[in-house]
Each structure stands twice: as structure tokens, then as C-alpha cells.
């Protein structure tokens, strides 16, 4: 997996897009290289030539660079200036730019990323009233999706897609029967089936996983572990936002204090 | 004459000072938006790489 792809699947960067701007042959290399390791969008400005040069005097860019802009669209976060014209050796450098830069976006939502891809492709014959007709797999709620279906019991195993019946079932080498949705081209587009992926990666939870302030082990309470784990990330200078509890981009006593307080403080 | 170079500059520095906005297919064949038009500032909230090539 590239850097790009973890960028969206592990890290909740949903909201990135990339621009190129020029001439056409852009996508023959550059936008090549750049499909091949992500699914985040891509767009090809091949403007005339003045305007693109309005666009490099307005963001003062050079050639064969990458400008990155914070998500006002104007702030300049970074800049790479590049010395090929693909983008595999700029992808760690770039995924740290915006790492830093720009808070992830929150975790899938079930309800409305999920749940809409069943309704659209699985529910309308089949896997529906109790999934009587497909196994009974039932895929009109969470809860069913959960329950799995009667021959084998779970078909999604939180934080494991790779071992999830439900994702084996919608690629192209299922382990047994037919690839879901039944028939080509009904089958599932890779990116549908990666956000999907993901979502189970995240844990298949029924709603966005909201970090609790404080929780720096996250085992959902804060407690005197998170004291203990937030001192162990100080002493081995393993810097984590979830544990810079008042925000100045430091982990030491400070965010210590303001932990006891929230214990304290219920 | 003169008006046209006037509305040259014009139009360059109203660009030049103006947020970059755009309707561009999203041409990621792996993309969810794929075939479709991504427009900013629908994706105003995006964090975006503008990548600059050699031009043709």
C-alpha cells in the first residue's frame, strides 16, 4: 500500500484533492503515476498558457512543482519542487505535509457512507427480509450486516477486511460461490469496495469512533493508565497529538497536569 | 488599442488576486468522483496540491 492510499485508509485524510496544472501530457506521467497509488481525486487544469501563468506568478510556483494549500485555499502549507515527472518519490514528503498541516477528517460513518452502497447494489432482490433469499444475509441494517448470515455466522471481522467474508465476497476470487453483487458490471467499483475496506479496517463501528479527551490509551476511559502511558510517551519522546492536551504542540508536564484534571474532574 | 491592453491587465490581475477556482473531470479512474466534475468551491474545504508541470 502507498503512502497516498494509507493517507485515506489509515489516517482519515478524505478531503484531499490534487491539481495538476499544464499542459495535457500531464496525465500520461504525472497523473499516471498518481492514479496508480491513490483514489483520491484528481484534476487535469490544462488552461492555456497565460492563464497558467497568472496561476504560477499567483502561487509564485516554479516548474514541476507542487504547491500545497491549507483548506482556506490560499494559505501555502508547502512546497516541493520536483525533479520528476512522476510523483512516487515525493509521496512520503508529501504525506507528511499534510499529516501536519491538516487535522484528519473523522472516522466513516456507517449510516450514511456504508449503508447507502447495500441499499444501491444488495438489498433491492436479494440480501433483504431477513436475507432469506442469499444465505440469510441481511443487509438492510447494522445489525444484520453484524449478525451475519446462517452458514457462516459473522461475515465482517472488526479491524480484519482481509479476513472479512464480506470483502472476500465482493472481489474477484470469492472463497466460495459467486462474486458480489451477482452479475458484471453490477460488480462493486474498487473504490466503493475501499472505502468499505476501510470502514471495517476502523473497527465497523455503528458510528464515527469521537476520540475521548484524555483517553491516550484509547481504551475508551481515562484513567491512571493514561497517566501512566502519557509519561511513557514523554520519557521516549513520542510525540501524539491525541496526548497534547492543550494543544502547543508539545508533550510534557502541562498536558500531564491538565490529564489529572480531567480525571479529577470526572 | 489601448482599451484591449487595459482589459488585459484587467482580467490578468483580477486572476491574479482572485482564489483559484475551477470545474475539472476527476480523471482517477479509482477515485469515487471519477468522470465527474470536482468543482471548487464545493471543495472548499479541501486541502489541495496544485501541481505545476513543464508546459507543453
Not at chain 1, 466503493?192 to 476511559?221: F, H, K, R, Y
Amino acid at each position: 500500500m502507498s503512502d497516498f492510499q494509507e493517507l485515506l485508509h489509515e489516517e482519515g485524510y478524505e478531503k484531499v484533492i490534487i491539481i495538476g496544472i499544464g499542459a495535457d501530457f500531464l496525465h500520461d506521467n504525472f497523473g499516471e503515476s498518481f492514479t496508480e497509488h491513490s483514489i483520491l481525486p484528481l484534476v487535469l487544469d490544462t488552461s492555456p498558457d497565460y492563464i497558467n501563468f497568472v496561476l504560477r506568478g499567483q502561487f509564485g510556483a516554479t516548474w514541476k512543482e507542487v504547491v500545497i494549500l491549507a483548506a482556506d485555499g490560499t494559505t501555502i502549507l508547502d512546497r516541493i519542487v520536483m525533479d520528476f515527472d512522476t510523483i512516487e518519490p515525493y509521496e512520503e514528503q508529501l504525506y507528511q505535509v499534510i499529516v501536519e498541516n491538516y487535522p484528519s477528517t473523522s472516522s466513516i460513518d456507517y449510516f450514511t457512507q456504508i449503508q447507502p452502497i447495500f441499499n444501491a447494489n444488495c438489498t433491492s432482490y436479494c440480501h433483504t427480509n431477513g436475507g432469506s433469499y442469499q444465505g440469510g444475509l441481511d443487509l438492510t441494517s447494522y445489525e444484520n450486516l453484524m449478525a451475519g448470515d446462517s452458514d457462516h455466522g459473522p461475515v465482517i471481522i472488526p479491524g480484519d477486511s482481509e479476513n472479512s467474508i464480506l470483502i472476500q465476497k465482493l472481489g474477484d476470487e470469492p472463497p466460495f460461490g459467486d462474486q458480489m453483487p451477482q452479475n458484471d458490471p453490477s460488480y462493486l467499483d474498487p473504490a466503493t469496495i475501499a472505502l468499505i475496506t476501510a470502514w471495517i479496517d476502523e473497527g465497523a463501528l455503528p458510528e464515527p469512533d469521537e476520540a475521548l479527551p484524555g483517553d491516550v490509551n484509547d481504551d475508551g476511559s481515562v484513567n491512571i493508565l493514561d497517566i501512566v502511558q502519557l509519561t511513557n510517551m514523554i520519557l521516549s519522546d513520542d510525540y501524539q497529538e491525541l496526548a497534547d492536551l492543550n494543544g502547543d504542540g508539545n508533550l510534557n508536564i502541562l498536558d500531564i497536569v491538565q490529564l489529572v484534571n480531567i480525571i479529577l474532574g470526572g | 488599442m489601448l482599451l484591449n491592453r487595459l482589459l488585459y491587465v484587467v482580467i490578468l490581475t483580477g486572476l491574479a488576486f482572485s482564489q483559484y477556482e475551477y470545474s475539472l473531470e476527476d480523471v482517477n479512474p479509482n477515485s469515487a468522483t471519477f468522470g465527474t466534475n470536482v468543482w471548487y468551491p464545493d471543495f472548499s474545504d479541501y486541502i489541495t496540491l496544485h501541481y505545476f508541470g513543464t508546459q507543453g
